[in-house]
């Protein structure tokens, strides 16, 4: 089956340093989301994007479906974008998700 | 709904016995999903439903899980005879359709612990 691997596992940061957040997936997908585990364990959606690029606030995402690989950038980090952050990619119904990545931003 | 409901949001239970998981999809999702987070892991896929049929099975980890959709909105997922290694946070997720053009949207879980 298709393969996701998020880099890195884990990742400091001082608050306001900006961070790039890598999910590589081994195969073709419909789709790929980004998702932020926030500590109480809900999922929150970050962007939905099977290709190209998408900006949100301090957030931004690419994805580069050619070459399967998609990236999360994280600017001016803030204590509350500390949690899990997750990269999913979508094939005909059935959602794989990468390890994650253990993010905490220090004051 | 406004968003995906479960409940209950925390369940502890005997080994041995029987428990149900209910999901609420956003109204007028036909596509309903059910993962298993198990301690500090990822996400594992358990089963998808289009409507009330569930095309995919293959997630499901023994057959004492089963789950069920009815009238094309609420799932109940059932873990038969619990084990020690059943614990873990289950997450239901719904979507306008299967197609995988759309976007999943996640309840916040229920955290099952089997003593």
């Known amino acids: 089956g298709i393969q996701v691997e998020q880099s890195p596992p884990d990742l400091i940061l001082q608050e306001g340093a900006n961070s790039t957040l890598r999910c590589n997936f081994s195969d073709s997908v419909n789709n790929l989301q980004w998702f932020h585990q926030n500590p109480w364990g809900q999922l929150i959606n970050l962007f939905y994007?099977?290709?190209g690029t998408k900006q949100n606030g301090r957030l931004s995402a690419t994805t580069v479906a050619t070459e399967r690989y998609s990236l999360l950038y994280i600017s001016s980090s803030q204590t509350t974008d500390s949690g899990v952050y997750f990269c999913a990619v979508l094939i005909w119904g059935d959602m794989r998700f990468g390890a994650g990545t253990r993010l905490t931003v220090k004051p | 709904g406004a968003g995906v409901s479960q409940s209950p949001s925390n369940k502890v239970t005997e080994k041995g016995k029987d428990v149900e998981l209910r999901c609420d999809p956003i109204?007028?999702?036909?596509?309903l999903y059910w993962y298993r987070q198990s301690l500090g892991q990822g996400l594992e896929f358990l089963i998808y439903?289009?409507?009330?049929?569930?095309?995919?099975k293959s997630g499901l980890p023994s057959d004492r899980f089963s789950a069920e959709r009815t009238g094309g909105s609420v799932s109940t997922l059932t873990i038969q005879r619990t084990q020690q290694e059943d614990s873990a946070v289950y997450l239901c997720?719904?979507?306008?359709?299967?197609?995988?053009?759309?976007?999943?949207?996640f309840g916040p879980g229920t955290r099952l612990t089997v003593l």
């Open positions: 994007i099977p290709s």
């Open positions: 439903f289009q409507g009330n049929s569930a095309p995919d």
């Open positions: 109204s007028g999702h036909t596509a």
């Open positions: 997720a719904s979507s306008a359709d299967t197609g995988s053009y759309n976007e999943q949207f």
